[in-house]
């Protein structure tokens, strides 16, 4: 069975900290990708990626960083959390050509 | 640019059709999706169709595609209480060419109540 996991479910972290959100997926994936999920925004692409070490900004990079150093592991870095960052971050996988992208179940990120 | 629209709200009774209606704005999309998202929980795809087809059945479920205006539908027929969620339409524009990733575009999605 098809399993893209997210480390954590809920978040809670202060101004200022460095946070790690982690996601694996057991399925042999090329791409994994992070989006955040905002009311009324729908779902944005952050960061993906097509390769280990291998990764693209997508359309809202900023404040964030990944990184990918086993092709089933794919982290979202914020490397100073601010308020802003709020949200609900989903991760997903899909195979190179394939038309369906996997997620996870979310992880929902308050930051105080 | 890219765009997806969807209206945010739908209310129906349960056992009516629910049409859920999404707009796009990029007409090399190759393939077009909805997903599912339940309380909590991440995305589900529900079904997709290819840019080449005009409607897709499967079960409760038609998708209908409109090219000329680009429009893209979601119909559920005999709406259960389970049907409740969140819908995202998505596309998958063909730039960037095949063999790179697929980027998934993402409306805002249609948030679903069922009543009895």
């Known amino acids: 069975d098809v399993k893209v996991t997210q480390s954590s479910r809920y978040l809670v972290k202060r101004t200022g900290e460095k946070v790690f959100l982690e996601c694996v997926q057991d399925m042999d994936h090329e791409n994994m990708f992070w989006y955040r999920q905002d009311p009324g925004l729908g779902l944005r692409l952050i960061y993906f990626?097509?390769?280990?070490?291998?990764?693209e900004k997508g359309d809202i990079p900023e404040g964030y960083s990944v990184s990918r150093e086993k092709k089933e592991r794919f982290s979202l870095i914020l490397e100073s959390a601010s308020t802003n960052q709020t949200s609900m971050y989903l991760c997903?996988?899909?195979?190179?050509?394939?038309?369906?992208?996997?997620f996870g179940q979310g992880t929902r990120l308050t930051v105080v | 640019g890219e765009d997806v629209e969807q209206s945010l709200f739908l209310s129906v009774r349960e056992g009516d059709s629910s049409v859920i209606n999404c707009t796009y704005t990029?007409?090399?999309?190759?393939?077009l999706y909805w997903y599912k998202q339940e309380p909590g929980a991440g995305l589900q795809l529900l079904t997709y169709?290819?840019?080449?087809?005009d409607m897709k059945q499967d079960q409760r479920l038609t998708v209908l595609l409109n090219k000329k205006d680009k429009h893209l539908s979601l119909r559920i027929a005999d709406t259960q209480t389970g049907d409740s969620a969140i819908y995202f339409c998505?596309?998958?524009?063909?730039?960037?060419?095949?063999?790179?990733?697929?980027?998934?575009?993402f409306g805002a999605g249609t948030r679903l109540a069922v009543h009895p």
């Open positions: 998505a596309e998958k524009p063909l730039w960037p060419p095949a063999g790179g990733y697929n980027k998934l575009i």
């Open positions: 990029d007409s090399s999309s190759t393939y």
């Open positions: 169709i290819f840019s080449n087809m």
């Open positions: 997903a996988s899909s195979l190179q050509q394939n038309t369906e992208a996997f």
């Open positions: 990626s097509y390769d280990v070490k291998m990764k």
